[in-house]
Every structure is written in structure tokens, then in C-alpha cells.
């Protein structure tokens, strides 16, 4: 089948680090059919051991939407294998990707499950166990990052990994449409944003995924790590790039990609 194809490409793509050319311009039309694509794709990647630790929204901002030429927002995997922890300061190595870009957010844990599809805001915050500011590094398997919303659905929301600045529950007793964020790279300031830009609200945008995942027959559960999406356009990395993000209130974090 088609569809199964795209994603045997990307998992290869994903494990050799070569990109391959634009789905959408070899077949693959509509939104259905890319989540289709999507889900092969994660089926490809738990037979090889790795696991779904939460979810990822992907272009919750009209920054990052403009930026990439898209007009929606959408949603893949946060897997296991891509995850590099909990803390201040982290590293990865840069031959794991093939064209990476670094963001910050707003990551969401879950106490409680959330089953769509009229999830309210309020319902998230209530369902939140705690909450942190966070990095997320984007990339393609798509050749020169030239993606419709079908190819970066099919590529899991365009999902390269993620780092977790502390976890707060304080944190979930302040307005997050009203926190800001700096992100830094090499100690230069290169994008800042407000937690408005994510979809009027970063809870609004986990209700949007809530809904989103019950067409699909499936909930949010406990335990599971939500990146709600970025606040400010995405920013390019290199060998070596450090990306620090400052938060409200004197938070942060850093991570290089060695």
C-alpha cells in the first residue's frame, strides 16, 4: 500500500539521516490520509522497540504557520528515544538529525486523563499535574524542509526531540497566556514570545490536541508529557549551536547540540 511506503521512507530516512523528497508531491493528499502515513510510521518505530511518551502540537503559532508555509495546526508522537530529560542543562549529539530547528514552549504532564472531544481549557488545567518551560528541537525528513501540511503531519509533526526545563506546579497558579520566554543561541537573544501566541493559550491548544486525538478514537492519559507548541519562529541549529531559553520569573534552561 502507498501510504505504508511513505512511512517504510521515513523511518528509513529517520535512521540513515537522509532526507527524501516531498510526499505531497508524489501522491499523498489530505489531512486523513497523512495521519494515515503518521500512524504506519509510529507502528514502524514501537516494532523497533521505542515508545509514545506523550504528544507534540506542532504550529500553534501564526509565526511558525507564516514560516512554513502552512495554515493549520497538527500533531504527532513525542517516542522515548528522542526524549533527553528532565533538568537545566542537556546535550545531544548533532549527527542525530538531519536539518534541525529549536523552539520553546510550554510542556503539559498529566494527572488525569483527557478524552475529547469537547475538552474546555479550564478541564486541561484541572487534568495538569504540573507544567515547565521546555526546547524542542523540529526537523524534516522532507529534502530542504519544502512541506504542505501533508508532509509534516506524515512526518510526525515535523518531531526531531524534546528537553523539559523542572517541573512547577506553581507554575499552573499564574496566567500562561501571559508568561514570556527569550530563546538564546550562542548568547544572543534570537525569538521571543508570550504564551498568547500559542493558540490564544497554551491549554487551549492541549483542548484543541484533545479533540483532534478523539476522531481518532484515542484520549490523553495520565502520565503523558504534552509540548503544547511554540510561542516565536523556529530557529535554525549547527554542530556546537548552545540554545538557552529564559522564562517568566527567572526560569531556564540550555541545551547544546555537541
Request: glycine share 12%; hydrophobic share 45%; proline share 5%.
Amino acid at each position: 500500500m502507498e501510504l505504508e511506503a511513505f512511512a517504510r521512507e521515513l523511518e528509513t530516512a529517520w535512521v540513515e539521516r537522509k532526507p527524501i523528497p516531498p510526499l505531497s508531491e508524489r501522491g499523498l493528499r489530505g489531512v486523513e490520509a497523512a495521519y494515515r502515513v503518521q500512524e504506519a510510521w509510529n507502528t514502524l518505530r514501537l516494532a523497533q522497540g521505542d515508545r509514545v511518551v506523550g504528544r507534540k502540537i506542532g504550529l500553534t503559532s501564526k509565526a511558525v504557520q507564516e514560516q512554513l508555509g502552512v495554515d493549520q495546526p497538527d500533531f504527532g508522537h513525542l517516542w522515548q528515544s528522542r526524549f533527553l530529560g528532565v533538568g537545566e542543562r542537556g546535550e545531544v549529539p548533532f549527527s542525530l538529525f538531519l536539518q534541525p530547528r529549536v523552539e520553546g514552549e510550554l510542556a503539559f504532564l498529566l494527572g488525569r486523563r483527557l478524552e475529547g472531544p469537547h475538552v474546555t481549557p479550564q478541564e486541561v488545567l484541572a487534568a495538569t499535574e504540573a507544567v515547565a518551560f521546555a526546547l524542542e528541537i523540529v526537523d524534516s525528513r522532507i529534502a530542504d524542509w519544502r512541506i504542505r501540511i501533508e508532509d509534516t503531519i506524515a512526518d510526525n509533526a515535523s518531531f526531531g526531540a524534546f528537553f523539559v526545563g523542572p517541573w512547577e506546579r506553581a507554575l499552573l497558579e499564574e496566567d500562561l497566556s501571559t508568561l514570556g520566554l527569550v530563546l538564546y543561541k550562542n548568547g544572543d537573544p534570537v525569538a521571543q514570545g508570550v504564551g498568547v501566541a500559542c493558540l490564544g493559550h497554551p491549554a487551549r491548544a492541549v483542548a484543541w490536541l484533545a479533540g483532534a486525538l478523539a476522531r481518532f478514537g484515542v484520549a490523553l492519559e495520565p502520565g503523558d508529557i504534552v509540548m503544547s507548541g511554540a510561542w516565536a519562529p523556529v530557529q535554525a541549529a549547527g554542530p556546537g549551536d548552545l540554545f538557552t531559553l529564559e522564562g517568566t520569573g527567572g526560569r531556564g534552561l540550555s541545551l547544546r547540540l555537541a
